[in-house]
């Protein structure tokens, strides 16, 4: 709260007579104009003390609906206000909000027409434009005295948090696992062909249909039986998120690169562009710091750690995973290092958890996702241990790995991890499809299905892609 914002103009008035009497009174020597300059001074002071140490007794229910948003969907927030200013006059509340939304809403209170002890209801709709933790509030109440001579601002409450995650995109249904169904099951009567009758038949009971009958079993044992009912499997799927700050740094971004680049050549100092330090010094900055502080500017992004290619990421991983879980997969979500992918997130109820399955599960990722940033400046490559986690158990389904810039090296590393999956598939986010061909062409090679992600592809183009886009190795056609 400024200066200015302490009196109200009555209050400026009688300060501006208190200066005045002061003045007289030096000049004229009058003890009673003396008195009264200081009586105006007193009047101003004592009433914005009086507003500083008084209890408001404001209350305030806030209620988010729903309290983890998507960004672009709008998020309802009513408010449920008790409480009346000392002075009796009007109040002017306003809700402090982040700077990723626009408006800032006010209001007065109380309603007009609504008695002192009622309380006053409010409501306003945010649309999110990012995802990230936000806090919502405090709703700041402007005070004043009886006398209308000083204002005091003040939060009565502490906010409350809003969660926003990405928006899952619909994508279109492909062989994401041989042999399972849409809605994700397998049946197991490969197994059954494959082992003893004994283990998939039992005795007839009273109400089998006839079309289960096992008639040779029945001819062997002499008695009726029957087949069993096919058991069902959970299909599983593994999905790898990519957050190394150098696969997805700023030569990728298509929005903040622009600005950057002509402000660099602007200067049309010869000397510098040969000098040998300060080549290395160009390559040097993606850093994790350099990239928060040039995406913030150019985006107006949330306190989080990230670009638009990660963003992009984000929204793919977002998608899979809900398509995944929707179609009754077991999803692991690991990151490029191995580790659960939302160990360091802010929003993750259960950091350290890395499977997920059914609705519960849905939430948790989409929940996780809100606050997942780029990695730190020292994890630069794949890790081995990711090579090692992948191929640590059997597994009966996919993996997806969403991708950004991969060397050669790393792709070779990535490429490895097919061997004894179903399926894999890669989703390579880069600013153009051929930035991202050599890796794409070594990950066909080794089998996977691999397809760019680029601002000229949607994530939806890329996803229906990959059944195009793959390798003939390791016996997959």
Known sequence: MSLF?????????????????????????????????????????????????????????????????????????????????????????????????????????????????????????????????????????????????????????????????????????????????????????????????????????????????????????????????????????????????????????????????????????????PAPPAAPTAPAPPTNKSLRTATRAAQDLPELTTTAAFEEAIVATASIAAHLLERAFTLTLLDHLGAPALLTSASAAEPSRAEYSGGEGSYAVAAGLAAVELAGPGETTLAAILAHRLHDRERRGPVIAVMGALSEAEATLLAGNAEGTQSSYALLVCATATDAEPAAQILRRAGWHAAPVTPATTLWQAWANLDAHHGGGKGRS
């Open 5 to 273: 914002q302490l009196l109200r103009p009555r209050g400026w008035l009688l300060f501006a007579c208190a200066v005045l009497s002061l003045i007289l009174a030096s000049i004229l020597g009058r003890r009673d104009v003396l008195t009264l300059a200081v009586f105006c001074f007193m009047l101003p002071a004592t009433a914005y003390a009086s507003l500083h140490f008084f209890k408001s007794g404001f209350s305030l229910h806030r209620h988010i609906s729903p309290l983890l948003g998507r960004v672009g969907e709008p998020v309802e927030v009513s408010l449920e206000v008790r409480g009346h200013n000392p002075g009796g006059s009007q109040s002017q509340l306003v809700e402090a909000l982040p700077t990723t939304f626009a408006q800032v809403p006010t209001f007065s209170h109380p309603q007009a027409g609504i008695p002192r002890a009622s309380s006053s209801n409010y409501h306003y709709s945010l649309l999110p434009r990012h995802r990230g933790v936000f806090t919502i509030g405090p709703l700041l109440c402007t005070f004043t005295d009886p006398f209308g001579v000083a204002s005091l601002r003040r939060g009565i409450d502490h906010g409350d948090r809003l969660t926003i995650a990405p928006a899952a995109l619909e994508l279109p249904a492909i062989s994401v696992s041989e042999g399972h169904g849409q809605d994700g099951s397998q049946s197991t009567s490969e197994l059954a062909r494959s082992h003893q009758d004994d283990l998939m038949t039992r005795d007839y009971r009273y109400g089998d249909p006839l079309r289960r009958v096992h008639w040779a079993l029945t001819a062997r044992q002499g008695r009726l039986m029957v087949r069993g009912e096919e058991p069902v499997t959970t299909p599983e799927a593994i999905l790898i998120l990519d957050r190394r700050a150098l696969a997805f740094g700023p030569s990728v971004p298509s929005a903040p690169a622009p600005p950057a680049a002509p402000t660099a050549p602007a200067p049309p100092a010869a000397p510098t562009a």
